[in-house]
Nanobody
Framework: VQLVESGGGLVQAGGSLRLSCVAS????????MAWYRRPPGKERELVAT???????NYADTVKGRFTISGDNAKNTVSLQMNNLKSEDTAVYYC?????????WGQGTQVTVSS
């Protein structure tokens, strides 16, 4: 599965961004899609997941601010990020697990200025 992220950029604290991840296959055939992020100088961490059954899960640090959603018609999974904080600054990666094989996108930079 090939994944292409977009939507990153520079935003002020309190602002919003929407990240998109376009898959090369139907997302209905993907068991789990997820967003991860790697903050500067830190390890990559899980942000949110979306299962093929429509179940979602979020890291405690983003609950209530971020929303993951899928659009089967566009083979796209999005991450709506509201009330952004400086600690959300990171490279954000899309991940897909299909038939026990994990695929990653190239990442998109999100920078939140305080």
């Amino acid at each position: 599965v090939q994944l292409v992220e977009s939507g990153g950029g520079l935003v002020q604290a309190g602002g919003s961004l929407r990240l998109s991840c376009v898959a090369s296959v139907s997302i209905s055939s993907i068991t789990v899609m997820a967003w991860y992020r790697r903050p500067p100088g830190k390890e990559r961490e899980l942000v949110a997941t979306l299962s093929s059954e429509g179940l979602t899960n979020y890291a405690d640090t983003v609950k209530g601010r971020f929303t993951i959603s899928g659009d089967n018609a566009k083979n796209t999974v999005s991450l709506q990020m509201n009330n952004l904080k400086s600690e959300d600054t990171a490279v954000y990666y899309c991940k897909a697990v299909r038939r026990f094989v994990a695929s990653w996108g190239q990442g998109t930079q999100v920078t939140v200025s305080s």
